[in-house]
Protein backbone atom coordinates (compact mmCIF):
# COMPACT_ATOMS: atom_id res chain seq x y z
CA UNK A 1 0.00 0.00 0.00
CA UNK A 2 0.94 3.36 -0.86
CA UNK A 3 -0.03 6.83 0.65
CA UNK A 4 -3.05 8.47 -0.42
CA UNK A 5 -3.25 12.18 -1.89
CA UNK A 6 -6.89 12.43 -2.65
CA UNK A 7 -7.04 14.96 -6.01
CA UNK A 8 -10.22 16.71 -6.48
CA UNK A 9 -11.11 19.01 -9.33
CA UNK A 10 -14.09 21.71 -8.25
CA UNK A 11 -16.11 22.52 -11.52
CA UNK A 12 -18.88 25.79 -11.92
CA UNK A 13 -19.98 26.54 -8.13
CA UNK A 14 -16.95 24.49 -6.35
CA UNK A 15 -13.91 26.77 -6.04
CA UNK A 16 -12.68 26.01 -2.72
CA UNK A 17 -12.17 22.72 -0.29
CA UNK A 18 -13.07 23.45 3.25
CA UNK A 19 -12.00 21.97 6.47
CA UNK A 20 -8.39 20.84 5.54
CA UNK A 21 -5.30 21.17 8.49
CA UNK A 22 -2.49 22.87 7.46
CA UNK A 23 -3.77 24.43 3.96
CA UNK A 24 -2.08 26.31 1.71
CA UNK A 25 -2.32 27.56 -1.94
CA UNK A 26 0.91 26.91 -4.32
CA UNK A 27 1.73 27.00 -7.48
CA UNK A 28 3.09 24.52 -8.97
CA UNK A 29 4.59 24.42 -12.64
CA UNK A 30 4.14 22.31 -15.52
CA UNK A 31 6.11 21.80 -18.91
CA UNK A 32 2.80 22.11 -20.51
CA UNK A 33 1.55 25.35 -19.65
CA UNK A 34 -0.20 27.27 -17.12
CA UNK A 35 -2.46 25.30 -14.68
CA UNK A 36 -6.11 27.00 -14.50
CA UNK A 37 -5.00 28.27 -10.24
CA UNK A 38 -2.60 27.36 -7.47
CA UNK A 39 -3.15 24.04 -5.83
CA UNK A 40 -4.89 23.91 -2.70
CA UNK A 41 -3.12 21.52 -0.40
CA UNK A 42 -3.73 20.42 3.04
CA UNK A 43 -4.68 17.28 5.54
CA UNK A 44 -8.25 16.04 5.71
CA UNK A 45 -9.43 14.79 9.42
CA UNK A 46 -10.93 11.64 9.15
CA UNK A 47 -11.86 8.78 11.67
CA UNK A 48 -9.57 6.98 9.92
CA UNK A 49 -6.76 8.99 10.13
CA UNK A 50 -5.83 12.40 8.39
CA UNK A 51 -5.69 12.09 4.29
CA UNK A 52 -3.92 14.25 2.13
CA UNK A 53 -5.46 16.42 -0.18
CA UNK A 54 -5.02 18.23 -3.13
CA UNK A 55 -7.88 20.70 -5.02
CA UNK A 56 -7.74 22.67 -7.92
CA UNK A 57 -10.55 25.08 -9.40
CA UNK A 58 -10.72 23.85 -13.04
CA UNK A 59 -12.03 27.13 -13.80
CA UNK A 60 -9.93 28.72 -11.61
CA UNK A 61 -10.94 30.85 -8.44
CA UNK A 62 -13.55 33.33 -9.31
CA UNK A 63 -14.02 31.15 -13.25
CA UNK A 64 -11.90 33.18 -15.08
CA UNK A 65 -11.16 29.62 -17.55
CA UNK A 66 -14.12 28.72 -20.05
CA UNK A 67 -14.65 25.15 -21.04
CA UNK A 68 -12.57 25.69 -24.41
CA UNK A 69 -9.72 28.06 -22.64
CA UNK A 70 -9.22 25.49 -19.86
CA UNK A 71 -5.15 23.75 -20.04
CA UNK A 72 -6.31 20.27 -19.05
CA UNK A 73 -2.70 18.84 -20.06
CA UNK A 74 -1.39 21.36 -17.14
CA UNK A 75 -4.08 20.81 -14.53
CA UNK A 76 -3.29 17.00 -14.99
CA UNK A 77 0.31 17.42 -15.10
CA UNK A 78 0.67 19.44 -11.97
CA UNK A 79 -1.77 16.86 -9.63
CA UNK A 80 0.49 14.00 -11.31
CA UNK A 81 3.68 16.35 -9.62
CA UNK A 82 1.73 16.97 -6.39
CA UNK A 83 1.99 13.19 -5.88
CA UNK A 84 -2.02 12.80 -6.20
CA UNK A 85 -2.92 9.15 -6.54
CA UNK A 86 -6.79 9.34 -7.63
CA UNK A 87 -8.83 12.12 -8.66
CA UNK A 88 -12.59 12.42 -8.15
CA UNK A 89 -14.21 15.62 -10.46
CA UNK A 90 -16.72 17.51 -9.21
CA UNK A 91 -18.78 18.61 -12.22
CA UNK A 92 -21.93 20.71 -13.03
CA UNK A 93 -23.97 18.79 -16.00
CA UNK A 94 -27.72 18.98 -17.51
CA UNK A 95 -29.87 16.27 -17.70
CA UNK A 96 -31.35 14.20 -20.32
CA UNK A 97 -33.30 12.39 -18.72
CA UNK A 98 -36.71 12.33 -16.62
CA UNK A 99 -35.84 9.93 -13.91
CA UNK A 100 -32.53 12.43 -13.12
CA UNK A 101 -34.06 15.72 -11.74
CA UNK A 102 -32.13 18.64 -10.57
CA UNK A 103 -29.76 18.03 -7.62
CA UNK A 104 -29.30 14.63 -8.44
CA UNK A 105 -25.49 13.44 -8.75
CA UNK A 106 -24.45 10.73 -11.49
CA UNK A 107 -21.95 8.90 -10.73
CA UNK A 108 -21.32 8.42 -14.42
CA UNK A 109 -19.44 5.32 -15.84
CA UNK A 110 -18.98 6.32 -19.26
CA UNK A 111 -18.34 9.30 -21.47
CA UNK A 112 -18.89 10.44 -25.36
CA UNK A 113 -16.05 13.00 -26.02
CA UNK A 114 -17.98 15.93 -28.77
CA UNK A 115 -15.51 18.06 -28.11
CA UNK A 116 -12.76 19.22 -30.59
CA UNK A 117 -10.99 22.71 -30.14
CA UNK A 118 -8.68 21.24 -27.13
CA UNK A 119 -5.50 18.97 -26.73
CA UNK A 120 -6.19 15.43 -25.50
CA UNK A 121 -3.05 13.87 -25.15
CA UNK A 122 0.52 14.18 -23.28
CA UNK A 123 1.55 11.81 -26.43
CA UNK A 124 2.39 12.89 -30.13
CA UNK A 125 4.73 13.12 -32.59
CA UNK A 126 7.83 11.90 -31.03
CA UNK A 127 6.15 9.41 -28.57
CA UNK A 128 3.34 7.68 -29.52
CA UNK A 129 1.44 6.04 -27.08
CA UNK A 130 -2.39 4.50 -27.04
CA UNK A 131 -4.03 3.58 -23.78
CA UNK A 132 -7.67 1.73 -23.35
CA UNK A 133 -10.62 4.06 -22.49
CA UNK A 134 -13.38 1.23 -22.75
CA UNK A 135 -13.83 1.81 -18.60
CA UNK A 136 -12.84 5.10 -18.44
CA UNK A 137 -13.68 5.68 -14.34
CA UNK A 138 -12.72 4.04 -11.30
CA UNK A 139 -15.25 1.73 -10.40
CA UNK A 140 -13.46 1.46 -7.10
CA UNK A 141 -13.47 5.19 -6.93
CA UNK A 142 -17.70 5.41 -7.76
CA UNK A 143 -18.29 3.05 -4.96
CA UNK A 144 -16.47 5.39 -2.17
CA UNK A 145 -19.06 7.93 -3.96
CA UNK A 146 -21.68 6.01 -4.37
CA UNK A 147 -21.52 4.56 -0.74
CA UNK A 148 -21.11 8.37 0.66
CA UNK A 149 -24.29 9.33 -1.31
CA UNK A 150 -26.60 6.41 0.25
CA UNK A 151 -25.41 7.60 3.63
CA UNK A 152 -25.93 10.98 3.53
CA UNK A 153 -29.23 10.19 1.97
CA UNK A 154 -28.36 12.28 -1.27
CA UNK A 155 -30.00 11.62 -4.29
CA UNK A 156 -28.17 10.28 -6.73
CA UNK A 157 -28.03 7.45 -9.79
CA UNK A 158 -25.20 4.71 -10.33
CA UNK A 159 -24.00 4.39 -13.78
CA UNK A 160 -24.73 6.29 -16.82
CA UNK A 161 -23.36 8.62 -20.03
CA UNK A 162 -21.80 11.98 -19.73
CA UNK A 163 -22.18 13.53 -23.66
CA UNK A 164 -19.37 16.30 -23.48
CA UNK A 165 -20.06 19.57 -25.69
CA UNK A 166 -17.56 21.83 -26.67
CA UNK A 167 -19.48 24.98 -25.42
CA UNK A 168 -19.54 27.72 -23.84
CA UNK A 169 -23.12 27.83 -25.37
CA UNK A 170 -25.70 25.47 -24.13
CA UNK A 171 -27.58 22.87 -26.88
CA UNK A 172 -29.49 23.36 -29.09
CA UNK A 173 -33.15 21.79 -29.19
CA UNK A 174 -32.23 19.72 -32.04
CA UNK A 175 -28.90 18.66 -30.11
CA UNK A 176 -29.96 17.76 -26.39
CA UNK A 177 -32.46 15.54 -28.45
CA UNK A 178 -29.47 14.11 -30.57
CA UNK A 179 -27.88 13.30 -27.15
CA UNK A 180 -30.93 12.20 -25.68
CA UNK A 181 -31.40 9.54 -29.00
CA UNK A 182 -27.71 8.39 -28.11
CA UNK A 183 -28.87 7.28 -24.57
CA UNK A 184 -26.74 9.98 -22.99
CA UNK A 185 -27.66 10.48 -19.47
CA UNK A 186 -26.10 14.08 -19.03
CA UNK A 187 -24.18 16.64 -20.90
CA UNK A 188 -21.46 18.76 -19.75
CA UNK A 189 -18.13 20.74 -21.35
CA UNK A 190 -15.18 19.99 -18.90
CA UNK A 191 -14.66 15.93 -18.16
CA UNK A 192 -12.96 15.38 -21.65
CA UNK A 193 -9.89 15.38 -22.21
CA UNK A 194 -9.57 15.35 -18.27
CA UNK A 195 -10.47 11.95 -18.03
CA UNK A 196 -8.17 10.62 -20.70
CA UNK A 197 -5.27 12.52 -19.29
CA UNK A 198 -6.11 11.00 -16.20
CA UNK A 199 -5.53 7.55 -17.62
CA UNK A 200 -2.78 8.67 -19.38
CA UNK A 201 -1.29 9.93 -16.11
CA UNK A 202 -2.17 6.26 -14.53
CA UNK A 203 -4.09 8.25 -12.20
CA UNK A 204 -7.72 6.68 -11.02
CA UNK A 205 -10.27 9.47 -12.46
CA UNK A 206 -14.04 9.34 -11.37
CA UNK A 207 -16.85 12.00 -11.98
CA UNK A 208 -19.74 13.52 -9.47
CA UNK A 209 -21.97 15.04 -12.18
CA UNK A 210 -23.68 17.31 -10.33
CA UNK A 211 -27.21 17.81 -12.24
CA UNK A 212 -28.67 21.72 -12.29
CA UNK A 213 -31.17 21.10 -15.11
CA UNK A 214 -33.34 19.55 -17.97
CA UNK A 215 -30.40 21.25 -20.48
CA UNK A 216 -33.22 22.23 -23.01
CA UNK A 217 -35.20 18.77 -24.63
CA UNK A 218 -37.42 19.03 -21.40
CA UNK A 219 -41.22 20.77 -22.66
CA UNK A 220 -42.23 21.54 -18.93
CA UNK A 221 -39.04 22.83 -17.56
CA UNK A 222 -37.18 26.73 -18.91
CA UNK A 223 -34.48 26.39 -21.18
CA UNK A 224 -30.82 26.69 -19.41
CA UNK A 225 -29.71 29.50 -18.44
CA UNK A 226 -26.66 30.68 -15.92
CA UNK A 227 -29.27 31.92 -12.94
CA UNK A 228 -31.09 28.68 -12.79
CA UNK A 229 -27.80 26.72 -12.87
CA UNK A 230 -26.21 28.93 -9.99
CA UNK A 231 -28.86 28.64 -7.51
CA UNK A 232 -28.57 24.89 -8.42
CA UNK A 233 -25.02 24.44 -8.05
CA UNK A 234 -25.46 26.75 -4.32
CA UNK A 235 -27.65 23.74 -3.34
CA UNK A 236 -25.39 21.30 -4.12
CA UNK A 237 -22.32 22.65 -3.45
CA UNK A 238 -22.98 21.64 0.71
CA UNK A 239 -23.91 18.38 -0.28
CA UNK A 240 -20.44 17.93 -2.41
CA UNK A 241 -18.40 18.53 0.68
CA UNK A 242 -20.00 15.89 2.52
CA UNK A 243 -19.71 13.00 0.05
CA UNK A 244 -15.85 14.33 -0.40
CA UNK A 245 -14.98 14.41 3.22
CA UNK A 246 -17.01 10.76 2.94
CA UNK A 247 -14.86 9.58 0.35
CA UNK A 248 -11.48 10.53 2.66
CA UNK A 249 -12.69 8.52 5.04
CA UNK A 250 -13.16 5.57 3.37
CA UNK A 251 -10.09 5.13 0.95
CA UNK A 252 -8.39 6.42 4.54
CA UNK A 253 -4.14 7.36 4.30
CA UNK A 254 -3.46 4.26 2.86
CA UNK A 255 -4.06 3.46 -0.38
CA UNK A 256 -4.75 0.58 -2.15
CA UNK A 257 -3.49 -0.45 -5.58
CA UNK A 258 -5.39 0.00 -8.97
CA UNK A 259 -4.60 -1.73 -11.78
CA UNK A 260 -4.74 2.20 -13.36
CA UNK A 261 -1.81 2.33 -11.85
CA UNK A 262 0.23 0.82 -14.69
CA UNK A 263 -2.12 2.28 -17.72
CA UNK A 264 0.88 2.78 -19.68
CA UNK A 265 2.48 -0.88 -19.28
CA UNK A 266 1.95 -1.49 -22.73
CA UNK A 267 1.04 1.66 -24.59
CA UNK A 268 4.30 2.62 -26.36
CA UNK A 269 4.50 2.01 -29.93
CA UNK A 270 7.42 4.38 -30.92
CA UNK A 271 10.46 2.98 -31.34
CA UNK A 272 13.04 3.53 -28.11
CA UNK A 273 15.88 4.98 -30.52
CA UNK A 274 12.95 7.35 -31.98
CA UNK A 275 11.48 9.13 -29.11
CA UNK A 276 12.33 12.94 -28.98
CA UNK A 277 14.10 13.87 -26.28
CA UNK A 278 12.21 17.03 -25.91
CA UNK A 279 8.84 15.23 -25.28
CA UNK A 280 10.62 12.46 -23.25
CA UNK A 281 11.51 15.78 -20.41
CA UNK A 282 8.00 16.78 -20.82
CA UNK A 283 6.45 14.12 -19.57
CA UNK A 284 8.90 13.18 -16.28
CA UNK A 285 5.79 13.65 -14.21
CA UNK A 286 3.28 12.19 -16.12
CA UNK A 287 5.05 9.04 -17.90
CA UNK A 288 7.84 9.05 -15.54
CA UNK A 289 7.77 5.51 -14.21
CA UNK A 290 6.25 3.92 -17.16
CA UNK A 291 9.49 5.62 -18.98
CA UNK A 292 11.61 5.04 -16.54
CA UNK A 293 12.88 8.80 -16.41
Known sequence: MT???LGVIGGSGVYEFSGLKNERWER???????PSDELHFGTLPTKNGDVEMVFL????RGHVHSPTSINYRANIDV???AGVTDIISVSAVGSLKEELPPGTFVIVDQFIDRSFAREKSFFGPGLVAHVSMADPVCPRLGDYIEAACKANGIAYARGGTYLVMEGPQFSTFAESNLYR????SVIGMTNMPEAKLAREAEIPYATIAMVTDYD??????ENVDVA??????????????VVLRDIATAIGPKRQPSPIDHALQFAFITAPEKRDPALLAKLDAVAGRALKI
Not at 57 to 60: L, Y
Request: charged letters at 25%; one cysteine or more.
Open 228 to 241: SVIRILGENAENSQ
Open 79 to 81: MKR
Open 216 to 221: CWHAEH
Open 181 to 184: SWGC
Open 3 to 5: KTV
Open 57 to 60: PRHG
Open 28 to 34: VESPWGE
